[in-house]
């Protein structure tokens, strides 16, 4: 019976664990990693094609993202996960991989311009992420599966997102049970939408996450609805747009939620009817689902309204964005607005034309309203970049940069240390994962000083074995090599010889044409040619 740790190991993205029990090959998430990749991560132990199921804690592409790329290299087997993470991950597996191809397209359009890339191809396509999704199996909260012979889980809402869960699960191997409790994301308390976690009892290991392991959330939470409010009432007052990234499935919803509010209690007396663009075709898709799961998923505040009749995710001037025209249209309309759309981290999607839009104008605000990892967009805007690259254009931050303080879809270090608590009996070996390097060793080190548990924070490849409660194989720390930076001066070169072959290739598609124009164009050619060849 062996646990090995191969994504989030001192990462907070790409959360991968792997279980080999009565002869199964078991995932617990298949994530992507996303911004900076500290630590290169271990292969899989096994190929892919021998994964008989895949146990998926939530639909967050950082727990679920490479499910597709699993299924291109030959996985068939069943992905385990409550209806409503199925349901998000039928839309957001296909967001992703469109995502993708989008992104590879535009790599190769620059590519052939300048002629300086390989093609880009992406990570996998619509028909494996159609594959993945095929694979997919619904359960409901609470029910305990029998997986397979020696193998039984179930699932525990513990509030982070719409499905989301912890996993119990139950290994027998040799006449010998062990049950181990995968965390998952933990929620943050006292959501509008969603409930609060819900705790498991009694554990042999227990494998958690300690993102906010370091920090605390404010004592008191704050008032959303207030506080959105003035933001909004003084941007759109200065002629600006309030542009909010947002995670499409959750926060996105969440801020509808908040918004509703606002112009239900007239908060914006300047401007009652003010326009909400939510610009994420994933995000109005995942709207769906959220009405879907109202019964099993929404919190009690959030059914009340359910129950007077008042749909507490839409409000009048809301407009949903869904192709590409109606998207490029928002930023061409002059009536100040708030703009909600994703990615919520920047790295990718509609939000990165937003800002290129906006991010450089003095009377807009960009309020950032959840987790910005290392080394994404996001965090470096966060963290007071002056100027960002998008699209290959260096854009002037001189918007207003505010964040929504205490929003978070994750518990903080109070959080966690009660769910850990509410376990009862101490586990024989908390395993620390999921949190920047940092973050694991801190949150590892209180639960071992300040509350006696038995932890461990594993880089990626180390193996356990549950029976022996011994370690098999202990990996260290491998760095992500970098690559080395081309200088300045030779980028510069570069791009003068690809303006040189790109000025070729016009001179040879006006070949046979005599005009005057060419003739001027040929004179200016020229005379900058003197002008250079006499100052080098």
């Known amino acids: 019976m062996r646990l090995t740790f191969v994504g989030a190991a001192h990462e907070v993205t790409g959360s991968c664990h792997y279980l ?3 002869g199964k090959h078991i995932l617990v998430d298949y994530g992507m990693q996303q911004g900076i990749d500290t630590f290169e991560n271990a292969e899989l132990p096994i190929a892919e094609n021998q994964v008989d199921y895949v146990l998926l804690t939530h639909a967050h592409i950082d727990h679920s993202g490479l499910l597709p790329l699993l299924y291109a290299n030959g996985f068939r087997g069943e992905i385990v996960a409550t209806q409503a993470t199925a349901d998000l991950c039928s839309i957001m597996l296909r967001d992703c991989a469109h995502i993708q191809a989008q992104e590879a397209e535009w790599k190769n359009r620059k590519a052939k311009r300048s002629s300086l890339q390989d093609a880009a191809e992406p990570l996998y396509t619509m028909e494996d992420a159609e594959g993945a999704i095929h694979c997919l199996r619904p359960y409901a909260y609470g029910e305990i599966i029998e997986l397979c012979e020696g193998v039984k889980i179930r699932f525990t809402d513990v509030g982070h997102l719409l499905g989301s869960s912890s996993i119990e699960v139950w290994a027998t191997e040799a006449g010998t049970t062990k049950k181990i409790v995968f965390s998952g994301d933990i929620g943050n308390k006292k959501h509008t939408l969603i409930k609060d976690p819900n705790y498991v009892k009694g554990a042999d290991y227990v494998v958690m996450e300690s993102t906010y392991g370091d920090r605390y959330h404010l004592t008191e939470k704050p008032d959303y609805v207030l506080e959105l409010s003035n933001i909004i009432s003084e941007t759109l007052g200065n ?7 947002s995670f499409a499935v959750g ?3 969440e801020m509808l939620y908040y918004i509703r509010e606002i112009k239900e209690k007239n908060l914006v007396p ?6 909400v663009y939510v610009d994420s075709p994933l995000a109005v898709e995942a709207t769906g689902v959220f009405q879907k799961n109202i019964a099993e998923c929404f919190s009690a505040e959030a059914l009340e309204l359910v129950n007077k009749g008042i749909n507490p995710i839409t409000f009048p001037n809301l407009h949903l964005s869904i192709t590409s025209d109606e998207s490029k249209l928002i930023n061409f309309d002059d009536e100040p607005k708030v703009i909600i759309s994703a990615s919520g981290m920047c790295e990718a999607g509609r939000i990165r034309h937003h800002l290129k839009h906006n991010l450089w104008r003095p009377e807009c605000t960009i309020l950032f309203v959840g987790y910005q990892a290392v080394g994404t967009l996001g965090r470096f805007i966060v963290e007071g970049e002056k100027e960002v690259k998008l699209f290959g254009e260096t854009i002037d931050v001189r918007a207003k940069i505010m964040q929504l303080p205490g929003m978070s879809g994750h518990a903080d270090k109070n959080g966690l240390i009660e769910w850990l608590q509410n376990i009862g009996d101490m586990p024989a070996k908390v395993f620390v994962v999921h949190g920047e390097d940092s973050v694991t060793k801190v949150f590892s080190e209180c639960l071992i000083s300040e509350y006696g548990y038995d932890t461990y ?5 180390t193996s356990y074995d549950l029976i022996a409660d011994a370690l098999i194989y202990e990996a260290t720390p491998v760095p992500v090599a970098k690559k080395p930076k081309a200088s300045r001066a030779t980028e510069v070169f570069q791009r003068l010889v690809s303006a040189g072959k790109r000025l070729l290739e016009v001179i040879y598609k006006n070949e046979g044409v005599a005009n005057k124009d060419l003739i ?9 040619a003197d002008k250079w060849d006499r100052e080098i």
């Open 20 to 22: 080999n029990v009565a």
């Open 239 to 245: 002629g600006g747009n309030v542009v909010i990234p």
């Open 251 to 253: 926060r996105t919803q």
């Open 457 to 461: 924070a594993p880089y990626s490849g």
């Open 270 to 275: 300047d401007y009652p009817d003010f326009p």
């Open 520 to 528: 001027k164009f040929c004179d200016q050619i020229n005379s900058l």
